[in-house]
């Protein structure tokens, strides 16, 4: 793609939280590309002057600013700000490349049973493939009718796009997961209402990953989270043998007994809002279950 041109079909957004010279990065990328798109950037409440930077030095981007760190969730706001049919997320440490979000439109556009299509991601300035781009190429989900890609039962939250409509009505990202767990729970969510979730290796999203994290205490949500996550969604004996299997991992991340008393001091709003998936998407599950087992 060599000429610049409106996309009016798709909107690209951004999160970021306290990563100022990463986003301005992500933003040069996104406002330099061919398609010019509508850009999103949801500020999760940063404090270290990443909304004036923007205001600043992309003032055509649309600037959310959150009222507190919301988490994953802060997504949602762009969602339902945007007024395209179709939306696509980046993180504040990943873009996407040229021709790649009219791409994911012309996608959408021509397969209108996909409610998501995640891309390939290539990793740094050595553009290393991220290995679980080999995961979803490899998926062994039958698929239901043709599609762009391989069906698969997941997403990547900063290297996706959906259809507008379906991640608004599955409920976007789940508000009380903040972060992990809470792309699987989409990913069930969108199936569950019956989309096609498809990996498009067609699609490229760049990765360069941020030194800026605090590495610990995200181990330790998502190890708890993934037991959130299970009693969310899965039926009871899968979610309990899951929970089994987790229990040295939320022991070890979480600190020991404060790791456990965490996960389960959430169990009452958990099992309020359970709903099971289907038979159908169970089985899809147990499928990949079984495969990324050695099965």
Sequence with gaps: MNSLHHEDRITVIVLTHRRRDELARTL???????????????????????????????????????????????????????????????????????????????????????????????????????????????SPIAPPCALPGPPILGLLAGATAFRTDAFLAAGGYHPRLFIGGEEAVLAL???????????????????????????GRRRSLLARNAVWAAWLRLPAGAALQRTLQLAPRVWQEGGGVTGWWQALRGLGWVLSERRVIPPHVDQMRRCVEVAEAGG
Excluded at 60 to 65: M, N
Excluded at 193 to 214: E, I, M, N
């Design 189 to 215: 969510d969108l199936a569950s209402a019956g989309w096609s979730l498809v990996y498009a290796p067609q699609l490229t999203v760049c990765h360069y990953p941020s030194p800026v994290r605090d590495a």
């Design 28 to 138: 040069t990328h996104l406002t330099a590309l061919p398609e010019r798109v509508p850009i999103i950037v949801v500020d999760n409440d940063s404090g270290d002057g990443t909304a004036q930077e923007v205001t600043r030095r992309f003032a055509h981007v649309t600037l959310i600013q959150a009222p507190s760190n919301l988490g994953a969730a802060g997504r949602n706001l762009g969602a339902t700000a945007a007024r395209t049919h179709y939306i696509a997320f980046c993180d504040d440490d990943t873009w996407w490349e040229p021709g790649s979000l009219s791409l994911a439109a012309d996608l959408l556009d021509a397969y209108p049973q996909v409610g998501s299509l995640t891309a390939r991601v290539l990793v740094g300035p050595q553009r290393r493939e991220d290995p679980v781009c080999e995961l979803m190429r490899t």
